[in-house]
């Protein structure tokens, strides 16, 4: 007998039947207990020769479709007992995966190809390490990237491709910097720069880095360099675009376009959302939330908290729907600082919370010194003074441990107004916090920021009976307003 009539006396009697006609013949059993003993009876040898002859027979029969049929080819070659085909199949499952957007689809399979890659080739335990960071640093725990891809990292140097290891140096040195570390606490990171740095500007420059080179530039204006991580967003945007890679132009625009908000340059932010438009629209989901995230921060700075909260809160519901987990923070911090702007406390607090859930398992340090600064805010207006106080010291104390000025100067910012709303107010203590706050948003050229602490300040000095001081303060302050077009100053 044949295959075709071994099949149909198995599908006469029962134990199989059609799954589809099209575009192959495909059957299945009809119960599972009979699958069950069926593959039960075989012995264990027979049952990896099988498993293998299955993965060799679909990659033979569809040549070019290797990508798509990946994770069916990887299961056989792990049931065969072949780590090392294993493992390369489920990275490129994981690839796959990636290229249609699926990054909690990708990070099963670059996880299971750590695990199974044990005894793989150097260059494919890299690899799957570096997938693995790609897919999930925006809602894994940092640590659990970090460790295997240090391992695959020092193991590969040497041995696999240089761009290869560049790359995951990149993703290392950016992970453990969103992690809040910087080159004089953390010799790991140092030394993940130094070979970053000696990989040459080939390498650096390559469309393989272009990502994380992107991301360490974010990671750069988040903590208060602005117009130096613009730079580096803005260099390698174009890369990114070249490759048609739309969800990480997204999300690269939507942080640049975020870098420009904070500088109070409009029309560069403006400019930016439109790419960043045509980018979310062929991305996904998440692609989309992160367009709107940036919307909603352009409000926000320019000046219009009402939509800027409404915008936000529904990225946040639509994050937390998807799992995007750092689009859920992000989301809350901007509800948090519009809430705020609002005189809206509760609704802050409610957001904040969350976000202060999820930072300790995200560990985007940036974003957490922003959640607990303004959490502290919210709490102090609340009448929880206690908790206010905690939140801003731990604000302030993460935001130091990694010079981040711009967490600092907004810690600051938000103590003073606080402090300055008191019952028997200590003036003198919040006038002590928006002065360093005024310094530090003048030095990071964070214009809008800084007009609008300018006006706090001019309030404290005013009630000091410093009338001349808190004068000037209004008159400069008005002038950055209205140079800028902040919708809160107009009529000023």
Known sequence: MNARADLNALEAGGLIEIAALQPELEYLFRHALVQEATYSSLLKQDRRTLHRAAAETILALHPGREGELAS????????AGDAQHAADYLVLAGEHALERFANREAFAFFTRATATAADAQVGTRLRSAIGAAKAGWGFAAA??????LERAVVAGDGSAPSELVAQGYFWLAFMRRIRGETPESSTELRRALERVAAAGDDVANSTATVVPRALMGAYTAFAGQLREGARQMHGALGVIEAKGDAVSAAMVANFLSGAYSRLGDFAAAEEIIEHSNRYAEKGDAIAIVDRDIAVAGYSLEHGDPTQARQSALECSLRAEELGAYACVVASNVITGGASLASDDAATAKGALERSSELTRVIDFAPLRTMTFALLGSARAQLGDMPGGIAGWNEALANARSMNDRYGEAQTLWGRGRSTARQEDADLSAALQDLNRAVELFEAMEAQPAL?????????????LGREAEAAQDDRRSNGIGRQLGLLDFAGR
């Open 451 to 463: 007009a609008r602490s300018l006006t706090d300040r001019a309030g404290v000095l005013r009630r």
């Open 72 to 79: 069916v080819v990887a299961m056989h070659y792990e049931q």
């Open 143 to 148: 640590a659990n990237l970090i460790d295997p």
